[in-house]
C-alpha cells in the first residue's frame, strides 16, 4: 500500500512540474491578448505568443482544435493588445508559412518554444497572419 502511495504521489508531482513548466514557458517573452468573437457574439480573450516576420504580425495556433482558431476563422476581425496598444485586424491564417513562422517563433521564444513543442509538437500548428488596415 505504501508503495502504492508513493507512485501516486510521485506522479501527481510530475504532473505538476509539467504544469507548471507549461505555465511558465507559456508565459515567457512577449505575449499578446488576441480577442475574437464567438457565434452568439460573446468576446473571448486568450493569450499568445507572437512574431513580427516578412512586414507582418503573426500568430500561431497549436492546432486545427484550437477554439480560438474556430473562432477567428467565423470572425475574422479581432483585437490585439500588443505592449499596452489595442490594434484591430483581421486574422488570415495561412497555413503555407508554417515552416517559416515555426521558426520564427523558435528563434523568438527558444527553450520555451522547445518545452510546449516537446509536448504538442509542431507539424499542425496553423499560423496566423495579422491584416492592419491603413489608417
Do not use: C
Not at 3 to 14: D, E, N, Q, S
Not at 69 to 86: F, N
Amino acid at each position: 500500500m505504501r508503495m502504492l502511495v508513493r507512485i501516486v504521489a510521485v506522479l501527481l508531482a510530475a504532473l505538476v512540474a509539467i504544469a507548471a513548466g507549461s505555465m511558465l514557458a507559456s508565459e515567457s517573452g512577449e505575449v499578446v491578448v488576441l480577442r475574437t468573437t464567438d457565434a452568439a457574439g460573446v468576446p473571448h480573450e486568450t493569450r499568445l505568443w507572437v512574431v513580427d516576420e516578412a512586414g507582418h504580425t503573426w500568430l500561431r495556433a497549436g492546432n486545427e482544435d484550437s477554439g480560438w482558431l474556430a473562432r477567428l476563422r467565423e470572425h475574422p476581425d479581432v483585437t490585439v493588445i500588443r505592449k499596452g496598444q489595442t490594434l484591430r485586424a483581421r486574422a488570415v491564417p495561412e497555413v503555407a508559412a508554417r515552416e517559416r513562422i515555426n521558426e520564427r517563433m523558435r528563434e523568438e521564444y527558444g527553450w520555451a518554444d522547445a518545452y510546449i513543442g516537446f509536448f504538442f509538437g509542431r507539424d499542425d500548428a496553423v499560423p496566423i497572419r495579422l491584416e492592419v488596415p491603413e489608417t
